[in-house]
Nanobody, 126 residues
């Protein structure tokens, strides 16, 4: 069982930055690929980025590539999402999720992820 708790959301002007954190409970954090997803009002939850178990591999959605950076600290059981050059269309509830994938695989489907945080709101004003 893994519990995930996000933090760091808030209100920021367009062009600004935010850093989200996701703290995981348990001693098997390094067994999970970690992903970030987001859900805007009236829209489906969408993939943002995933990082492999060892932290060496990442995959970003085109919409955030070059602006967002994922990182993880397995010693602290925490994954981060640095968001720069934020746009109003980035406004959403952001969720971290854990996927007990094999090896260093990375998946982007929400159905692949076993555990989810409660979400943190990010609002970007124009």
């Amino acid at each position: 069982q893994v519990q995930l708790v996000e933090s760091g959301g808030g209100l920021v002007q367009a062009g600004g930055s935010l850093r989200l954190s996701c703290a995981a409970s348990g001693r098997t954090f390094s067994s999970y690929a970690m992903g970030w997803f987001r859900q805007a009002p009236g829209k489906e939850r969408e993939f943002v980025v995933v990082m492999s178990r060892n932290g060496y591999n990442t995959y970003y959605a085109d919409s955030v590539k070059g602006r967002f950076t994922i990182s993880r600290d397995n010693a602290k059981n925490t994954v981060y999402l640095q968001m720069n050059s934020l746009k109003p269309e980035d406004t959403a509830v952001y969720y971290c999720a854990a996927d007990r994938t094999t090896g260093q695989g990375m998946r982007i489907m929400t159905s692949s992820y076993e555990y989810w945080g409660q979400g943190t709101q990010v609002t970007v004003s124009s």
